[in-house]
């Protein structure tokens, strides 16, 4: 299954989007099942969550769910709602898939592709919930504008969450933590729900803790911000 490209080429902000060959059971899975999970090309038009899924109560959004740990297990929670999720990296694709299978979950769909072009093809106000987990911090000064998180990706969050629904970013990476807190807070668009510094430094009760997360790869303890639509 090929990547999907978002359209026009934007600057990528993640790295490479294939490595090792799948595992046999890994390829089995996906050959078998990836069609069925997965989200419409954005290239092709519009998306419209209730078309996909009529009778869920809401649609919660991962940008870059990596191996798709945390994605399955807040669908599996949450057997009502939609969760969809756009990851570029190929090998994190396929086990999204896998981890789609073992868990025996239905209401989980995938993309792989940009995030972004997915945004673009959601609906206004078609989301309840999205999850920003540890996205690629491009620590370098000259690789900042590849960061997902800028001011035009913050505006196009705002369109598609409802009121009242809630966005959270979560790094390890301190200058990533107050890049995004800044490009969020100068948004008229997002309250920022913190009330005490344990707010953002403790895990949220319905956190759940991924294998790259476990890694503590960037510079800090992770941080967790948490904001609301006006």
């Known amino acids: 299954m090929p990547p999907v490209q978002a359209p026009h080429g934007p600057l990528r902000s993640y790295g490479r989007i294939k ?83 073992e868990a025996g979950v239905d209401n989980v769909r995938v993309l792989q592709g940009d995030a972004r072009a997915l945004l673009a093809a959601l609906p206004d106000a078609s989301l309840a919930r999205v999850f920003i987990l540890f996205p690629d911090p491009w620590p370098k000064a000259r690789h900042h504008k590849r960061r997902l998180v800028q001011d035009e990706v913050v505006a196009e969050l705002a369109r598609t969450v409802e009121p009242g629904g809630k966005l959270r970013f979560a790094t390890d990476w301190a200058d990533y933590a107050d890049w995004s807190l800044r490009r969020l807070l100068r948004s008229p668009d997002w309250r920022w729900t913190a009330e005490r510094a344990d707010d953002w430094r403790t895990p949220p009760a319905d956190h759940i803790t991924t294998r790259y997360e476990m890694k503590r790869l960037g510079d800090c303890a992770p941080v967790f911000l948490e904001f609301e639509r006006r």
Do not use: C, Y
């Open 19 to 101: 490595s090792r060959n799948l595992k046999p059971r890994q390829a089995e899975i996906l050959a078998r099942r990836g069609d069925d999970v997965s989200l419409p090309d954005p290239a092709l038009g519009a998306i419209d969550p209730r078309a996909i899924a009529p009778t869920a109560t809401a649609t919660w959004l991962e940008i870059g769910f990596g191996g798709g740990e945390h994605m399955v297990e807040q669908a599996r929670r949450a057997p009502q709602t939609l969760v969809i999720g756009a990851e570029p990296f190929f090998n994190g694709f396929a086990s999204a898939v896998r981890h789609i299978e």
